[in-house]
């Protein structure tokens, strides 16, 4: 299961028509969660209170999508990939000390492998053994890879990237941690996210805060404003040098949105943003719009999955993703430090930034990870 949310993306190049791998496990883990729950008896009282605060969102946004006359395939779309939280239990029934050890171990191997896999697929379609089109046609039929031109291409599991380097920074202990942890970064830099790479950069410059390595956030912090300011126009500038050079065309007659259009996208979150704030009331501040209510450029989702959050379900939603939030932070503070406790909870860091720019933490990409964080450390904490 573990494996398969590792690199299997938004889990459609497992699919067979609408059942995929993932679902497939999914169904399993619910199944196998109710006797393992029975025969047990025991599920810890902050996780059954952070499971009925779910169950209340989600019915309060339920309710209010039908109030507001909310299209019932929309709020099923919204409702489906929330509905991941139910893992819940079976990660708790079946994680132990052992299985920590080897959730670290599968988090590093996969992101290193799909690093791996990625890099050398750029090298074969760039060396033309692979020709661009082929891999485009053989590949655009999963809708699970978004491609920069015929450069290179982005792929929803490249979330891994920046997890897999967390882990390996705070628990690899060889010689070959800074390989590694290089390789990872090389791969986001590679994909041209700058949502992935600054994440990264932001996690770890809370890291050094808390350590009291003030010259190490600095520079780290420096290198994130640099990331804002002037990243867009670095990718502009490599579009342009990228185009010029495969069509010999003059640098002026170059596309500068080969690598993707930027301001296309900043723009589109921008726009996102005034719809979601032109629609406010004071209900709808509390209680969202219900699932199912989009915005005329985002009728389904959104890319900033805060603004999701608040324009479907309001402070409600925000409330128990805070909620999530502080009980890793908790089991964090009250587990025996370690370079474990410190993977889980800055890769949990991780994923809350990246959803400022992309929706990982209303998915069940990103909500594995949260979850899984919070288990491991409870845990960890019972160790102590």
Not at 106 to 115: G, L, P, V
Not at 304 to 312: A, D, N, P, Q, V
Request: glycine share 8%; net charge positive; aromatic share 16%.
């Amino acid at each position: 299961m573990l494996v398969e949310l590792c690199v299997g993306g938004g889990g459609r190049f497992t699919a067979i028509g609408p059942i995929s791998l993932r679902m497939i496990l999914f169904s399993v883990a619910l199944v196998m969660s109710i006797p393992l729950l029975i025969k047990k008896k025991s599920f810890p009282c902050p996780f059954w209170i952070l499971s009925i605060a779910f169950v209340l969102m989600i019915l309060v946004g339920t309710l209010v999508g039908w109030a507001n006359h909310n299209s019932n395939e929309l709020i099923y779309q919204d409702v489906k990939p929330l509905c991941y939280f139910f893992v819940l239990p079976f990660f708790y029934q079946v994680i132990d000390e052992a299985m920590i050890l080897n959730t670290i171990r599968i988090i590093k191997t996969a992101s290193i492998s799909m690093a791996a896999v990625f890099i050398a697929l750029l090298v074969l379609i760039h060396s033309g053994i692979i020709p661009f089109p082929a891999f485009y046609r053989a590949t655009m039929i999963f809708e699970e890879l978004f491609y920069r031109g015929e450069v290179t291409f982005f792929y929803k599991g490249f979330l891994f990237f920046g997890i897999g380097a967390i882990f390996f920074y705070f628990t690899e202990r060889s010689g070959s941690k800074k390989y590694f942890f290089f390789l990872l970064v090389t791969a986001i830099m590679l994909s041209v996210t700058r949502g992935l790479l600054l994440s990264l950069v932001l996690s770890l410059s809370v890291y050094f805060l808390v350590i009291k390595t003030y010259w190490r956030a600095a520079v780290v912090v420096v290198f994130a404003v640099t990331i804002v300011v002037w990243g867009s126009d670095f990718i502009l500038s490599a579009s342009r040098l990228v185009d010029a050079k495969q069509n010999n065309k003059g640098y002026h007659e170059a596309d500068p949105t080969l690598l993707g259009d930027r301001d296309y996208s900043d723009n589109g979150r921008v726009t996102q943003a005034k719809e979601v704030w032109r629609k406010v009331s004071f209900s709808s501040a509390i209680m969202g719009h219900g699932f199912g209510a989009g915005t005329p450029s985002r009728p389904i989702h959104m890319e900033i999955s805060y603004l999701e959050i608040f324009h479907k379900q309001g402070l409600i939603g925000l409330i128990f993703w805070g909620l999530l939030a502080s009980m890793i932070f908790i089991q964090y503070r009250q587990a025996v430090p370690s370079p474990a406790t410190n993977g889980f909870v800055y890769s949990s860091l991780f994923i809350f930034i990246e959803s400022l720019t992309n929706q990982y933490i209303n998915n069940p990409i990103g909500m594995s990870l949260l979850l899984l964080s919070l288990v491991c450390l409870y845990k960890l904490k019972m160790k102590k």
